[in-house]
């Protein structure tokens, strides 16, 4: 065996340049890729598997030809090259070691006192309203809220909501918030939103359906692969008075986009000016912000929320990735909305749109 295990991070990238070297559209690229992807939430490393003796099956998505070349990578101890990855697969962490972090700090985690993006069948989610409100507050059950932020309508692929069902969906929110009330839970179910931004910066909502709402996301989902310099289209952005947080920042996506580029100080200072938070996207395929961009965000005193980006319950792990995040990049708990007892904002510039 090795003396330094690979980490499950580092698998991820052997799997993926492995998939890389097959057959485009064969069998054995398809195993690799889903394996690549997969391990970025496996919930334990795979090294430690390998040392128990354990199957690597165990894994998901890890059939036998693939826990071949896993035991492969883990007997030879050969860690990849970081010079040969790509952009798009650079600074990802995994699930295995966002633990490990965080049990060498084990208040950090405890101060989490929400989640603040998640998705249901309203949008592009995989479970209806009530059960994901259910599994999130099991999941964490020393919440005081956590944040419903379903698609806005100019998102159509995720089928983003208009203002009517928007305005619907509040009713089944109250409908969830009643049933709580009456079980004597205390935790509250924010009614939120990822609201779609144009290239622009403008959002696709009217105002008066988004000052009702206890918390509005703003995110970028359109020409997310410019080249050239995006400073002016983030700074409209964390101007607009309707917008509490600035989603999933830098837009990438493992092994599909290495993210946008902008004079991160200047957007991270103009969102601080304006109040507006900077999201820490827990999902294991955004991890957005990464650590490093993270750390200038924490120089310019601005605000950071946290999200797990859950499209399904099993997705709600994502919050460790976001809080181990929160605590490599040395955030000060204090400028961290989703440490906030009771509600995570006020939204003083929305109301004043509507003059109170």
Same mark, same amino acid.
């Given at each position: 065996?090795a003396?330094?295990?690979?980490?499950?991070?580092?698998?991820?990238?052997?799997?993926?340049?492995a998939?890389?070297?097959e057959?485009?559209?064969?069998?054995?690229?398809?195993?690799?890729?889903?394996a690549?992807?997969?391990?970025?939430a496996?919930?334990?490393?795979? *090294? *430690?598997l390998?040392?128990?003796?354990?199957q690597?099956?165990h894994?998901?998505?890890?059939?036998?030809?693939i826990?071949?070349?896993? *035991?492969?990578?883990l007997?030879g101890?050969?860690?990849?090259?970081?010079?040969?990855?790509?952009?798009a697969?650079?600074?990802?962490s995994?699930l295995?070691?966002?633990?490990?972090?965080l049990?060498?700090?084990?208040?950090?985690a405890?101060r989490?006192?929400?989640?603040?993006?998640m998705?249901t069948t309203?949008?592009?989610?995989?479970?209806?309203?009530p059960?994901m409100?259910?599994?999130?507050?099991?999941?964490g059950?020393?919440?005081?809220?956590?944040?419903?932020?379903?698609?806005?309508?100019?998102?159509?692929i995720?089928?983003?909501?208009?203002?009517?069902?928007?305005?619907?969906?509040?009713?089944?929110?109250?409908?969830v918030?009643a049933?709580?009330a009456?079980a004597?839970?205390?935790?509250q179910?924010?009614?939120?939103?990822?609201?779609?931004?144009s290239?622009?910066?403008?959002?696709?909502?009217?105002?008066?359906?988004?000052?009702?709402?206890?918390?509005?996301?703003?995110?970028?989902?359109?020409?997310?692969?410019?080249?050239?310099?995006?400073?002016?289209?983030?700074?409209?952005?964390?101007?607009?008075?309707?917008?509490?947080?600035?989603?999933?920042?830098?837009?990438?996506?493992w092994?599909?986009r290495p993210?946008?580029?902008?004079?991160?100080?200047?957007v991270?200072e103009?969102?601080?000016?304006?109040?507006? *938070?900077?999201?820490?996207?827990?999902?294991?395929?955004?991890?957005d912000?990464?650590?490093e961009?993270?750390?200038?965000?924490?120089?310019?005193?601005v605000?950071?929320s946290?999200g797990?980006?859950?499209?399904h319950p099993?997705?709600?792990?994502?919050?460790?990735?976001?809080?181990?995040?929160?605590?490599?990049?040395?955030?000060?708990p204090?400028?961290?909305?989703?440490?906030?007892?009771?509600?995570?904002?006020?939204?003083?510039?929305?109301a004043?749109?509507l003059?109170?």
């Amino acid at each position: 065996m090795a003396e330094v295990a690979l980490t499950n991070s580092q698998l991820a990238e052997l799997c993926a340049r492995a998939a890389a070297a097959e057959e485009r559209g064969s069998h054995r690229r398809r195993a690799l890729d889903r394996a690549a992807h997969a391990a970025l939430a496996w919930p334990e490393p795979a *090294a *430690a598997l390998r040392a128990a003796d354990r199957q690597l099956t165990h894994l998901a998505a890890v059939g036998p030809w693939i826990a071949e070349r896993l *035991a492969e990578w883990l007997d030879g101890g050969e860690p990849p090259d970081p010079a040969l990855t790509p952009p798009a697969r650079q600074g990802f962490s995994s699930l295995a070691e966002a633990r490990a972090l965080l049990a060498s700090a084990p208040d950090w985690a405890g101060r989490l006192r929400g989640d603040l993006q998640m998705h249901t069948t309203w949008s592009d989610g995989r479970v209806d309203l009530p059960e994901m409100v259910a599994a999130a507050l099991e999941h964490g059950p020393g919440y005081d809220y956590i944040a419903i932020t379903d698609h806005t309508k100019g998102l159509t692929i995720a089928n983003g909501m208009d203002e009517a069902r928007l305005s619907r969906q509040a009713e089944t929110v109250g409908v969830v918030r009643a049933a709580l009330a009456a079980a004597g839970r205390a935790q509250q179910v924010l009614h939120a939103v990822e609201m779609n931004l144009s290239p622009l910066g403008e959002g696709d909502m009217e105002n008066w359906a988004l000052v009702r709402l206890d918390l509005v996301l703003g995110a970028f989902h359109s020409s997310l692969r410019e080249p050239a310099d995006q400073t002016e289209r983030y700074l409209r952005a964390v101007r607009n008075p309707t917008i509490d947080v600035l989603a999933h920042p830098r837009t990438r996506r493992w092994d599909t986009r290495p993210g946008l580029q902008a004079d991160w100080r200047r957007v991270f200072e103009a969102a601080a000016d304006s109040g507006v *938070a900077v999201e820490l996207d827990g999902h294991p395929h955004r991890q957005d912000l990464d650590v490093e961009t993270a750390r200038t965000a924490v120089e310019t005193g601005v605000l950071f929320s946290i999200g797990s980006d859950a499209h399904h319950p099993d997705e709600l792990v994502g919050v460790e990735l976001a809080l181990a995040a929160a605590l490599g990049a040395a955030v000060p708990p204090e400028r961290i909305i989703a440490f906030r007892s009771g509600r995570p904002v006020e939204r003083p510039r929305a109301a004043a749109l509507l003059g109170g």
